[in-house]
């Protein structure tokens, strides 16, 4: 994450990295409070330093095979479809660790 | 100089580098015409006893086989292993809790793919961060043995939602423990629909049979995860071999 930020923000003269919108699924395997705690550590001394970390949950949606919909379902310890009650293992939406977008203090050039 | 905050879109995976990798390596494993199967579990499940019967056994029916196992110190395992005469190579990963494809294809140096049938990748005993990182494997087993309990697939439905086929280990203790095999499967179907399940002990030998025929029935279409391996009986009888090779650490 810190590294793609990093890329980021050389491409755009170094400007530094005020925030970090990410998109996270319970089925990513990344814990969000683990994230949270190691983020602040991790910016520290790069063009992140101090930058919020901006965590959007997804759902997990399973696509239900009776309905043929793509159904949200109330928890990741049951694949059910909330509709009919059908279980389904194709996991449609819930996998996402995602960068979605970066907030960049951008430097103005200087005008000579 | 003035600044002003601006939103830039990025739109991508925090993991695409590693999965940019799995995805050449799943292509080398296919173009080499190798089966790549991956073994997750705690520590203490048993993968290393199992993939010690699984070597030793699939050298016995004559197929080519070779493993890479991670832990985080120690070359015991790899040790362990190399009593199977089988190629065996440690991946030593310090403080990292996980294996990822980068160590994978690191390790597969100097091997010659072409001349294997089967790779068996024992992960690091931990059933959180190894879900996140494809290893380009054809199958992922998760391993949960007897002792852990019933409801470890909802404690960790992200391992097991990663995974294609649970085997439950070490069945010769589940009396003793009083597990509950019908709970237990109850809660495997819960997180992952349609998982298929292989219950099996390693001492005693019950369920080897299954869980080998069900090794060997991917060798021969890997593209099948779920298959019902009527001929089990006849493939032995066909091998002359004994399924339960008698366990010689007992």
């Not at chain 2, 991946?91 to 294996?99: E, F, Q, S, Y």
């Amino acid at each position: 994450m810190i590294e793609m930020a990093k890329e980021e923000s050389a491409r755009r003269g170094d400007a530094r990295v005020t925030a970090l919108h990410l998109k996270l699924g319970p089925l990513s395997g990344v814990v969000k409070e683990a994230l949270t705690f190691s983020f602040e550590i991790a910016c520290q001394c790069t063009v992140l330093e101090g930058a919020r970390l901006i965590i959007e949950e997804a759902p997990v949606a399973i696509r239900c095979p009776t309905c043929c919909e793509d159904r949200v379902t109330t928890s990741i310890q049951d694949l059910r479809c909330p509709a009919c009650g059908d279980s389904s293992a194709e996991v449609v939406r819930g996998r996402e660790l995602e960068v979605v977008a970066l907030e960049l203090e951008e430097v103005e050039e200087m005008v000579t | 100089m003035s600044s002003q905050p601006r939103m830039v879109e990025v739109r991508q995976n925090v993991l695409k580098q590693n999965d940019l990798l799995a995805r050449k390596l799943r292509q080398r494993f296919a173009d080499a015409g190798l089966l790549v199967v991956s073994m997750v579990s705690t520590p203490g499940a048993g993968k290393t006893a199992l993939l010690e019967h699984t070597l030793t056994q699939m050298k016995a029916y004559g197929f080519h086989v070779a493993a890479l196992v991670g832990d985080l110190a120690t070359e015991n395992d790899a040790r362990r292993l190399a009593r199977s005469n089988a190629p065996v190579k440690q991946i030593v990963t310090g403080t990292i809790c996980h294996l990822d494809a980068d160590m994978v294809r690191h390790a597969l140096d100097g091997w010659t793919l072409t001349e294997l049938d089967v790779l068996f990748i024992e992960n690091v005993g931990n059933l959180v961060c190894p879900s996140s990182y494809d290893l380009g494997e054809n199958i992922r087993l998760v391993l949960m043995s007897v002792t852990e309990g019933e409801d470890k697939p909802l404690k960790y439905p992200t391992i097991f939602n990663s995974a294609d086929v649970a085997v439950i280990t070490k069945m010769d203790l589940a009396k003793a423990v009083e597990f509950d095999l019908d709970a237990a499967r109850a809660n495997i179907q819960r997180v992952r629909p349609g998982m298929k399940i292989i219950e099996l002990s390693v001492k005693s030998g019950v369920g080897m049979e299954e869980y080998l025929c069900f090794l060997r029935s991917k060798l021969q279409c890997p593209e099948m995860l779920s298959t019902d391996c009527a001929d089990y009986a006849d493939f032995f009888k066909e091998k002359g071999v004994n399924p339960i090779v008698p366990n010689e650490s007992a």
